[in-house]
């Protein structure tokens, strides 16, 4: 279980959101998962996870294979039905991956996202540059 650290962070690079939601494009109609590391408060990469993703059991037993990982800010996964609201499956595993979950959902335009804490409750996460 992801235990709460002092990790602020500041917000989500505008090249990684594009990444994310052209991975998001390249995956449909399958889902996509990933996780998102920071640096300096940043969320500036992300770490695919291996395997065909075609659904939410899937992705959850991708998260209990991965490593620990002390810059781990959250995850990000596509929802190709267009709801852009976690699952009850989501709001369990969250809490493992880190504090801020972004769901990308069809047709992943550039304002088809919203950021989730680990709770499941909306966070408005900044865009920077
Ligand atoms: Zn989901």
């Not at 235990?3 to 998001?24: E, V």
């Not at 995956?27 to 920071?38: C, G």
């Not at 969250?94 to 088809?112: A, E």
Request: charged share 20%.
């Amino acid at each position: 279980m992801f235990k709460d650290s002092a990790m602020k962070i500041h917000g989500i690079r505008q090249k990684t959101l594009s990444l994310l939601l052209q991975i998001a494009k390249e995956s449909h109609p399958n889902e996509f998962v990933a996780l998102l590391r920071e640096r300096d408060g940043f969320i500036d990469e992300v770490n695919l996870l291996p395997g065909t993703i075609a659904g939410e059991e899937s992705a959850r037993m991708l998260f209990d294979m991965m490593p620990l990982d002390t810059h781990l800010a959250g995850s990000a996964h596509s929802h190709p039905s267009g709801a852009i609201r976690p699952s009850n499956a989501d709001v369990n595993f969250f809490p493992r991956t880190g504090k801020y979950h972004l769901i990308i959902g069809f047709p992943y335009s550039g304002s088809d996202w919203k950021c989730f804490t680990a709770d499941g409750d909306p966070y408005v996460m900044q865009v920077v540059t």
